[in-house]
């Protein structure tokens, strides 16, 4: 259990750090709080019977104490508010798994419908999926880059991928490029979940 001693320090490095920004503070604070962190965090994922590997927990309480950090306020208790952020962080992992193995399994019965019905009764959503190509086919070669790489990024829940090299565009230029992309990506996604979760409630009325 953190003491009131322990939470007042923590306030104090907190609020300095916001001030100064200095990393050597912020790592300090982490050292600090990481042992009640990792107590808050395997709470959150016993409760969601959830399982990870040493690694991977820490990488969670590093997200975590950096998500707590910028979003906390003073007027509330530091184990109340970064318990809170651990829970928080761990449904939005699972959420995230959740998204991807609809996609992946959305991709699985695109391409299955690809080699079973190749008739006139064609695969709709794969209609859907070769609209996506044929806007990459559509794109300059520089920018077809930006949009696989958005693809990518899209697909893992990876927004802070690595950029892919590509010529002759500079670096704020290329993450906002695969931003929109990312937002045409989603906007397309969602609206082909709408058709589908449409058409399954008309076959079920």
Same mark, same amino acid.
């Given at each position: 259990m953190m003491t009131v001693s322990t939470q007042r320090l923590c306030q104090v490095l907190i609020a300095n750090y916001r001030i100064t920004a200095c990393s050597d503070m912020r790592d300090h604070l982490f050292e600090l709080m990481k042992p009640y962190l990792l107590i808050w965090l395997k709470s959150a994922l016993r409760s969601r019977k959830e399982y990870k590997t040493s690694p991977e927990i820490l990488s969670m309480t590093w997200d975590v104490f950096m998500t707590g950090l910028i979003s906390y306020d003073f007027? &509330?208790?530091?184990? %109340?508010? *970064? !318990?809170? =952020?651990?829970?928080?962080?761990?449904?939005? =992992?699972?959420?995230?798994? %959740?998204?991807?193995?609809?996609?992946? %399994? !959305?991709? !699985? &019965?695109?391409?299955? #419908?690809? *080699?079973? &019905?190749? #008739?006139? #009764?064609?695969?709709r959503v794969l209609d859907d999926t070769l609209a996506l190509k044929e806007f990459r086919e559509f794109l300059p070669d520089d920018y077809r880059q930006v949009f696989e790489d958005a693809i990518t990024a899209e697909a893992f829940e990876n927004s802070r991928m690595k950029r892919s090299p590509v010529s002759g565009f500079p670096k704020h230029r290329y993450y906002e490029a695969r931003r929109i992309f990312q937002?045409?990506? %989603? *906007? *397309?996604?969602?609206q082909k979940e709408r058709k589908t979760n449409g058409k399954g409630m008309s076959k079920r009325g």
């Open positions: 007027k &509330d208790a530091i184990p %109340q508010h *970064f !318990s809170n =952020e651990a829970a928080r962080i761990v449904r939005r =992992e699972i959420k995230t798994r %959740q998204r991807t193995r609809r996609r992946q %399994q !959305s991709l !699985s &019965d695109t391409v299955e #419908g690809d *080699f079973i &019905d190749r #008739g006139d #009764g064609y695969n937002w045409f990506i %989603q *906007f *397309f996604m969602n």
